[in-house]
Nanobody, 121 residues
């Protein structure tokens, strides 16, 4: 019922910024929360950020606090990534839930296909 399309990934130098977007289509009026997770080769999936649609409450993983900002408008959310580090290199996945917002990947019902972010040193 919901389709997610990520955009904005690419290659960027350390210390620079990049902005990812996730556009939702379909039954978007049921949005409760949207989030971002990332996964690098050989590493476990890691929570990055999430936002509750009703009140804009945000959640951030410890590794990105103070550097990344998630926001939302209409059926889209944006992840502003600042002061990027090589360890931020990963595939970033957008996630959507009709009832949850937070850090637990199990509660997100829909997922995008991911967008690659590569940060060079």
């Amino acid at each position: 019922q919901v389709q997610l399309v990520e955009s904005g990934g690419g290659l960027v130098q350390a210390g620079k910024s990049l902005r990812l977007s996730c556009a939702a289509s379909g039954r978007t009026f049921s949005t409760y929360g949207m989030g971002w997770f990332r996964q690098a080769p050989g590493k476990e999936r890691e929570f990055v950020a999430a936002i509750t649609w009703s009140d804009g409450m945000t959640y951030y993983g410890d590794s990105v606090k103070g550097r990344f900002i998630i926001s939302r408008v209409n059926a889209k959310n944006t992840l502003q990534m600042n002061s990027l580090k090589p360890e931020d290199t990963a595939i970033y996945y957008c996630a959507y839930s009709t009832y949850y917002s937070g850090t637990d990947a199990e509660h997100y019902e829909y997922w995008g296909q991911g967008t690659q972010v590569t940060v060079s040193s």
